[in-house]
């Protein structure tokens, strides 16, 4: 193995180190990068998203709605895993080929082409391989849901991040929904619980909560802030409920909704204020959030929380195993993070 591959191992591993015992530090603050351009890649044609994203961002390009950024070209290749979306990639590359994007026929022609990317493919199992030659690239990516489909992945794709020094996010649009920005301004006081319900469809390839119960854990953390510390899961066919109890005796519940009538929401619970979560306002505030990110590459929501809403449904996952008992989620991020240096020092 070369000087340069032992320096790039070493480097790694040691972060993921620092990750293991004082949790996952931001590298990239405020940032004087500067683009050359507007222009948005996109990797992954196998979801809806990558029409609603194209056409939102395309056709507001000009008015400053988001900030001015455009999608010009794509990488259709996305899940190999999950053939129902599989199936669709022609049809949604056509339609996105519509609205004026160009179709690339491999990732180092979309780089060539674009100033910064986002990943939306639906398989979380592909975004790792996809995140690396992007992230490499230095220019700056968000991942759409699932950030990944394993929690040793998350923590691998934020440490080759940091490595690379490349700006890099994921979240969920269910962080806008209405009310959780003035609730995290105060109007509630100091926030004592949560009770937010989603929908939380099942896929195989893919922990259970990943899939789709990640919108509502993801409000959840918007709300609560990091700091849970273990997680229970009751699991029938039609329901998961799941429970996080944070420091200071705070707690938070999950209704997953699998049968009956879906939807989004909550309440939460202040010291000052009890108030109900409002209306989902669609991918609008996630895209001004992103645009706005790719500018000036100030991460909007940091690595620890996005790694933390992993570890809460991993935790879930495993309670559900052990028939609802309670999961530490430092156990499970430790573990995860030991995967993660196994998986650094075979492959870099």
Known sequence: MSDRRNFVKTTITASLGIGLFGGVSELFGKTNRKLDGKRIGMVGLDTGHCISFTKL?????????FNGFKVVAAYPQGTDLIKSWKNKIPYFTEEVS???????????????????????????????EQAIPILKSGKPLFID????????????IVEVAKY???????????????????ITEGKAGKV????????????????????????????????????????????????????????????????????????????VFGDKEIINLGEYRGDGPLLAEMTKFYETGNIPVSHEETLEIFAFMQAAEESKKLGG????????KQRAIKVSNRWIRQNL
């Open 145 to 156: 849901k699932p950030f990944a489909a394993s929690l040793s992945d998350a923590y691998t």
């Open 192 to 267: 004592l619980g949560t009770q937010v319900y989603s929908p939380a469809h099942l896929e195989e390839h893919h922990p259970d909560l990943y899939w789709y119960g990640v919108h509502g854990i993801e409000m959840i953390f918007a709300i609560m802030g990091t700091g849970c510390k273990n997680v229970t899961r009751t699991f029938t066919q039609g329901t998961d409920v799941v429970v996080g109890q944070w420091e200071n005796d705070r707690i938070a519940t999950y209704r997953g909704i699998r049968n009956g009538q879906g939807g989004y929401g909550g309440t």
């Open 57 to 65: 961002l395309n056709a507001n390009a000009n008015d400053g709605e």
């Open 98 to 128: 519509k609205m004026g994007v160009e179709i690339v026929d491999s990732l180092e022609k979309l780089l060539n082409k674009v100033d910064v990317v986002i990943i939306t493919c639906i398989d979380g199992n592909k975004h790792l």
């Open 164 to 182: 690379y020094n490349t700006p890099m996010y994921s979240t969920s649009s269910l962080r806008y929904i209405d009310r959780i920005k003035e």
């Open 325 to 332: 008992k309670s999961v530490s989620i430092d156990v499970v």
